[in-house]
């Protein structure tokens, strides 16, 4: 697996005549998990469209191993990065292997056949999944949980050197979502694929992250390990929010706590001796 450098230099991107992102600066780790959060309507998502090149940058730009990402060839780019983005649309009727099959077309020449390697890439990404047993089954008849993990499998058939996955653990319940990031874990710590990708829960993020990216009002507010990133100190600034952070005894990662004004115990509430 060939380790890329993903750099965003003066990033500003947005729709129409709003701009969400302002001159944002970001340096993706190769060969780790950086996971971004921040409030509703931060620009998460906006960045990892930009970051992908589905959406144009208004000023600054993305730089793939020191090229625009805007020079590369679309062919060659799907082969090194792929996205998963928040509710992507399946072609009505479609059915599960055939939607997880179309990871595959980045590595299809013009004249080129269907190979056993392709066989192999779709298979192991719907075991890997969980999804090797509803192949047969249209999309359009799954529940959300059972849509998403098809997703992930078909971004993972995709077999790129770099992942972004826009809130993989959409629709997903708890287990699920733990089955899905430690098969990214896997996924990254096996082939050393390099993943960024976008999550609500902050503790999830905290636990799985090796770099974690707080984003506030268009911008990186802080960014760095797990342990300087989930501050309290942070957690106001980036979501308004009080909190306590504690360690994980699971993960030895920080945890965060929020205080609600209204369920704090006596305790809690006294200045501390």
């Known amino acids: 697996m060939k380790p890329h450098t993903l750099i965003a230099n003066g990033l500003s991107a947005g729709y129409g005549e709003t701009l969400i992102l302002d001159g944002l600066d970001l340096i993706v780790p190769p060969g780790r998990i950086t996971v971004i959060v921040g409030a509703n309507a931060c620009g998460k998502s906006t960045l990892l469209r930009t970051l992908s090149r589905l959406l144009p940058a208004k000023k600054g730009q993305v730089m793939l191993d020191g090229k625009s990402i805007h020079r590369i060839p679309s062919r060659d780019l799907a082969r090194t990065l792929g996205l998963l983005p928040q509710s992507p649309i399946a072609p009505e009727g479609i059915t599960v292997a055939d939607l997880v099959s179309r990871g ?6 013009v004249f080129s056949r269907w190979t056993r390697e392709d066989d192999e890439a779709v298979a192991a990404a719907l075991a890997a999944t969980k999804t090797d047993d509803l192949a ?27 992942l972004l996955l826009d809130e993989p653990t959409t629709f997903l319940d708890i287990s699920h979502q733990i089955e899905v990031l430690d098969l990214l ?11 960024v990708m976008v999550l609500h829960d902050l503790n999830l993020a905290a636990r799985y992250a090796d770099y974690l990216v707080a984003m506030a009002k268009g911008r990186l507010h802080v960014a760095g390990p797990p342990e300087t990133v989930l501050t309290e100190d942070h957690v106001r600034r980036v979501f308004g929010l009080e ?18 004004r209204h369920r704090m115990t006596a305790s809690a509430t006294k200045e501390p001796v």
């Open 104 to 109: 595959r077309h980045p590595h299809q020449g």
């Open 243 to 260: 909190s306590r952070i504690i360690i994980d005894p699971t993960s030895g990662r920080p945890a965060m706590l929020p205080i609600g």
């Open 185 to 195: 874990t896997d996924l990254n710590q096996t082939r050393g694929t390099t993943i």
């Open 136 to 162: 047969e089954r249209p999309i359009d008849e799954l529940s959300g949980g059972q849509r998403q993990r098809v997703w992930i499998a078909m971004a993972l058939a995709q077999q790129t050197d770099l």
